[in-house]
């Protein structure tokens, strides 16, 4: 099979919700060799974008969301453990999480998946992950950046709360805080004083590699 037709596979299963083909699309993928992280960035996340899209013009409801979401899952289950670890020289820790109020996971563990294959040592919180919990589990695991993740306008000031409780207790300057998520943006991240906003997984390895060399 073409790559391109198991990319339509891909796209496909996440669009009808359907998690059985997600998994076979995920096996035709390891099984045509493929690069894992083309499949994601090409096959899954512009399906699950079309999906939040039609949600936003209500075409679909909370339960089609939710399978769409677990469709995409069972696809990145396979997945991402295919994509490369780095060597474990482990050029930093990172705390990552997604932030309080929010359960969004899928972009959160992508970011995971790829900074440990960048060479870093992630410790994933999870999500709804309370701002005092990124700093403290921050400080007990001797990391020196923090990735929040934020999917929704109403959870992303938690962002700016996490650099808030730094600055408060005098330890901004100790962290590099990056952060992401569909609504956050380059202004955002400048606006709330964070050091780092990336677009997506790839630009957040960067993100965190510049941060490490400028240190
Ligand atoms: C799947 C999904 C769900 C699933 C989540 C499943 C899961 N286990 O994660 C479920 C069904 C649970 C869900 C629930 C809800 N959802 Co929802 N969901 C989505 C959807 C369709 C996709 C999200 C996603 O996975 N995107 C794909 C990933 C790959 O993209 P990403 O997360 O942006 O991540 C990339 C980058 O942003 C970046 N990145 C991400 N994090 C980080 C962190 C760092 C540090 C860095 C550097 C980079 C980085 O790299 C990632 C990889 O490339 C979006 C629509 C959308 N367009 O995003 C809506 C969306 C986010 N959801 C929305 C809403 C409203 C909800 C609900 C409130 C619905 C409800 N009525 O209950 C609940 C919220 C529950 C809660 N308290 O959190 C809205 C939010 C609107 C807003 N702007 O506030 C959206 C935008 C849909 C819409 N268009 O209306 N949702």
């Given at each position: 099979?073409?790559?391109?037709?198991?990319?339509?596979?891909?796209?496909?299963?996440?669009?009808?919700?359907?998690?059985?083909?997600?998994?076979?699309?995920?096996?035709?993928?390891?099984?045509?060799?493929?690069?894992?992280?083309?499949?994601?960035?090409?096959?899954?996340?512009?399906?699950?974008?079309?999906?939040?899209?039609?949600?936003?013009?209500?075409?679909i409801y909370?339960?089609?969301?939710?399978?769409?979401?677990?469709?995409m899952k069972?696809?990145?289950?396979?997945?991402?453990?295919?994509?490369?670890?780095?060597?474990?020289?482990?050029?930093?820790?990172?705390?990552?999480?997604?932030?309080?109020?929010?359960?969004?996971?899928?972009?959160?563990?992508?970011?995971?998946?790829?900074?440990?294959?960048?060479?870093?040592?992630?410790?994933?919180?999870?999500?709804?992950?309370?701002?005092?919990?990124?700093?403290?589990?921050?400080?007990?695991?001797?990391?020196?950046?923090?990735?929040?993740?934020?999917?929704?306008?109403?959870?992303?000031?938690?962002?700016?709360?996490?650099?808030?409780?730094?600055?408060?207790?005098?330890?901004?300057?100790r962290f590099?805080?990056?952060?992401?998520?569909?609504?956050?943006?380059?202004?955002?991240?400048?606006?709330?004083?964070?050091?780092?906003?990336?677009?997506?997984?790839?630009?957040?390895?960067?993100?965190?590699?510049?941060?490490?060399?400028?240190?």
């Amino acid at each position: 099979m073409s790559a391109e037709k198991i990319l339509e596979q891909l796209r496909g299963a996440v669009l009808k919700y359907d998690s059985d083909a997600a998994v076979s699309a995920a096996k035709a993928v390891i099984h045509a060799k493929m690069d894992p992280l083309q499949a994601i960035e090409k096959g899954l996340v512009p399906a699950i974008h079309d999906v939040g899209e039609k949600f936003e013009k209500m075409e679909i409801y909370l339960p089609e969301l939710m399978l769409a979401g677990d469709a995409m899952k069972s696809a990145l289950a396979l997945l991402l453990p295919l994509v490369p670890k780095g060597e474990k020289t482990s050029k930093a820790t990172v705390v990552i999480g997604t932030v309080q109020g929010d359960v969004h996971e899928i972009g959160k563990n992508i970011v995971s998946s790829m900074l440990m294959a960048g060479g870093f040592e992630v410790i994933d919180l999870g999500v709804n992950v309370k701002t005092s919990t990124f700093v403290d589990e921050a400080k007990a695991r001797g990391a020196k950046i923090i990735g929040a993740s934020a999917l929704m306008s109403s959870t992303i000031g938690s962002q700016k709360d996490i650099i808030d409780y730094l600055s408060a207790s005098g330890d901004r300057r100790r962290f590099t805080v990056l952060v992401g998520g569909g609504p956050t943006t380059q202004e955002w991240s400048d606006e709330i004083g964070a050091d780092g906003w990336g677009k997506n997984a790839v630009h957040a390895v960067k993100l965190a590699s510049k941060a490490v060399k400028g240190r």
